[in-house]
């Protein structure tokens, strides 16, 4: 993925949900942009105007599409819909 069409992961450590998910797109050797709320503050609020929740993790994919608190089925069902290579 380029720059411009890479997954990009809002989380912090201290999230269940988001090392669960950050684990699965690890595992999954994807190339994303993990934005850490812990040492960037003011991210929190991009990824709540981009979802309109406080719950974490957001994701957001290449097609503008966004997930919050998504389940591993939730995340490789949209890389499937995407056409992801993993």
């Not at 993990?34 to 929740?53: C, F, N, P, T, W």
Request: aromatic share 6%; net charge negative; charged share 30%.
């Amino acid at each position: 993925m380029t720059e411009d069409t890479k997954i990009r992961m809002f989380g912090a450590q201290w999230c269940g949900d988001c090392r669960r998910t950050k684990a699965q797109l690890d595992a999954l050797e994807l190339d994303y942009d993990y934005i850490d709320l812990e040492h960037d503050v003011a991210a929190a609020k991009v990824a709540e105007e981009i979802s309109g929740r406080k719950q974490i993790p957001v994701v957001v994919y290449p097609d503008g599409s966004h997930q919050v608190e998504p389940s591993n089925a939730d995340v490789e069902a949209k890389l499937r819909e995407l056409g992801a290579t993993y």
